[in-house]
Each structure stands twice: as C-alpha cells, then as structure tokens.
C-alpha cells in the first residue's frame, strides 16, 4: 500500500556515530542516554536498541510506563526514571528493574514502608534548577536517612543545570560547587555511590568539570547542539528528517488569498502546492512568517497559516508533480535545512521541534 503523508526518516547510523562522538568527548565516562518522550520524537524503541547495540551504560526516560515499554521491547540496559517518585508503583519499579529517581523525604519516607527487593536509587539534589531535589542545605540529613534504608540500593547521586548551554557560565558553575559540597558531604558519610551526575548535553561540551563518573546525554545524540552559544567543534548530524508529499497543485490569480485569515495574498500569477503536512505532525505553525521548504535544490516560501494537516507553498513555474517529497528540515542528497535556524526564526528551540512531531508521520528507520 503506497503512503501518501508526512515522514519522519531516522538515520540509526548516524544515531551511533554521534554516540561514538560524545563517547570519544568524554573518554572512559560512561553515557546515561536520555530517550524520553520518545526518544525526543525519533522513536524510544529503535533508538534505545540501537544504542544499546553500542555498548550505553545507561537509559534515561520520564516515566515508568515509558521505561516498561522499553523493557517489554526487549530492552535489558539499566534505565533511570527522571519522573517525580510515585510510590504506588514500586512494585513495577522493581519488577522490570527500573531504577527510581528519589528527590525528596517524603519519597524516603514511602521507601521505608517498601519490603521487597531493594529499588535501585538515585538522589537527587537541587543546585538551582528549582524543579525536583532537596536543596543544599538539608543535602546531608537527606544522604543519611537515604543511606539507613534496607529498601533501596543508593546507586547515584545527581543534580541538573539550568543554564548549562549558555554563554555566561557564571550560574551554572555556581550549581557545580553546589553540587560539588554535595559529593563532599557523601564522602564524609563514607557513602560512595557508583554514579555521580549532573552533565546534560549543555554542560558536556560547557562545563567540563561537571562530568563526575556518568554523563546524561541528550540532544547531542540526536545531532543538534543544545543552543548556539555552546561549542559546537564536535562533528554531530542530526539523526531526524522530516518530509512530506505535495498533494494537489492549482494555478491562481494575483491577489488571491492563501489559507486561514488570509494573510497571504499572491503577488502575481503562480502555481501552489498543498504539501500534506501540518501543525498537527509537528510543522511549528509560526514558522510560516518566515518559512519555506526545500524540493531538490530549490526552496519554496510556505504561503499563508500552516493548517492542522496540510500547508500551501508557492511553485511558480518549478518542475514538481504530484507525489513528490519536499524536505520541511533535517537533510537529503540535495541540500539541508537546519532545524536550529527555524527554531531560532521562530523563538522556539530543536527540543520543542524535534519532540512536536506527531503521531501520524511515518517513522522510516
Ligand atoms: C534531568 C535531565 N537530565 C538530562 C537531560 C538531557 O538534556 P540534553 O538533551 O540537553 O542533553 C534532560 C533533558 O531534558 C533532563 O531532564
């Protein structure tokens, strides 16, 4: 059966070779890859296989169910659950061996009552992130009744940047001597755990002195720097490209209107294509004040508001047929369009875009 939609092709190989990179960047320290939210929109399955292919130490998703959906593909890699602690569901926690993300006394407080096998742990810390994490200052008493409880297996202990990927460090190195009190006060308790981290992609290539013995790595896996205000030497591609087929083509007057409210009007005489994709499969709406597609070698201005499944660009008199794939962003043999420049075009950022993509495209691997 042909496909006549949007498509999101994801390239496995250069998943693996960005891993290789970040690896190469880190040297021995070993990589908790982040798959959340589907890995990031590229599919959590194929992405966590391919990387477990590769050797990652560890896994990183949001929620139980994501990690027992990892688990049921087969997965056997350690995953971390970066979720706030739900206590009604140690039990699954335990049974597919997902390892718990414990941020606060009153998590202690539900382990304590747990007696099965002892749940994997890490505790985590707030350096100033101001999300999930106990703060400095109540950092030892938290460590010392983490470290009197049968219930658990302290494995790590970690916190997370805020501004990491920002050209002024000053606060993130602020967080890092938070953090590093932190690691102080464990040795003082003689509690040593196996992982201690707080790099994000951000802080990998900006705050080197942040990667301890693990690294939580993310969006460099998926090929685009965290920000433009990181180094960007290392020789990462994205891993996503987005296309989708024009569907109809129609000749029209000057001055005919194009899409909802109108906004666009034609300067002249032209043809325009109806490419099915739209807001819907994650084509970021205010993108077409400024934004165009690419067929071949050329680019076409998007004409008008994107609408929820579709979108209209203007073809003039260029050689494009019914069926043909135009490239929304990522790459193929003919050019790129970087999913940076819209993000930054439209006030937004690669995360949103990347993890905006919807249910319908196609996941071609
Ligand atoms: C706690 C935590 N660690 C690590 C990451 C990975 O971040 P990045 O994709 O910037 O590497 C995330 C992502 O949002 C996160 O929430």
């Known amino acids: 059966m042909s496909y006549l939609g949007p498509k999101v092709h994801i390239d496995l190989h250069q998943l693996k070779k960005n891993y290789q990179l970040v690896k190469n960047e880190v040297g021995e320290i070993p990589i908790m890859a982040t798959v959340k939210a589907n890995a990031y929109g590229h599919g959590a399955v194929k992405v966590s296989k391919a990387l477990e292919e590769e050797g ?61 096998n002892a749940v994997k742990v890490h505790l985590k810390i707030d350096t100033g992130m101001t999300r999930l994490g106990v703060p400095l200052e109540q950092a030892e008493a938290f460590l010392k009744e983490a470290n009197q409880l049968n ?33 102080k006060i464990a040795k003082k308790l003689d509690i040593y755990p196996t992982f201690i981290h707080c790099s994000n992609s951000g802080a990998i290539l900006n705050v080197k002195e942040s990667r301890f013995n693990m690294v939580r790595a993310g969006m460099l896996l998926y090929g ?8 960007q030497e290392l020789p990462i591609k994205p891993v996503m490209t987005f296309t989708a087929p024009v569907v109809e083509i129609r000749d029209v007057k000057a001055g005919t209107h ?26 970021p709406r205010p993108w077409y004040i400024d934004g165009f597609v690419k067929f071949k070698d050329q680019n076409f201005k998007i004409t008008g508001r994107i609408c929820m499944d579709q979108l209209m660009i203007d073809i003039g008199s260029a050689d494009i047929q019914y069926g043909d794939e135009v490239l929304i962003f990522g790459s193929n043999e003919h050019g790129s369009i970087d999913i940076n420049h819209i993000a930054k075009k439209i006030d937004s950022t690669s995360y949103v875009l990347v993890t905006a993509i919807g249910i319908r495209p196609k996941r071609v691997y």
């Open 151 to 183: 219930s658990i297996e302290l494995e790590g202990l970690y916190s997370h940047f805020a501004t990491a990927d920002e050209g002024d460090l000053s606060y993130a190195n602020s967080q890092l001597s938070k953090f590093n009190e932190v690691v």
């Open 56 to 116: 990652v130490r560890y896994l990183a998703v949001f929620t139980i169910d994501e990690g027992i959906e990892l688990r049921d593909a087969g997965i056997k890699t350690d995953i971390f659950i970066y979720a706030k602690f739900d206590p009604t569901r140690i039990e699954e926690a335990s049974k597919y061996n997902l390892t718990l993300n414990i941020s606060s006394f009153d998590d202690l407080k539900a382990l304590k009552a747990h007696n099965g």
């Open 258 to 283: 194009i899409s909802y409210g109108g906004v666009y009007t034609t300067k002249s005489d032209t043809r325009i294509a109806v490419v099915q994709a739209g807001f819907a499969d994650g084509v």
């Open 224 to 231: 685009a720097f965290p920000s433009d205000e990181v180094p």
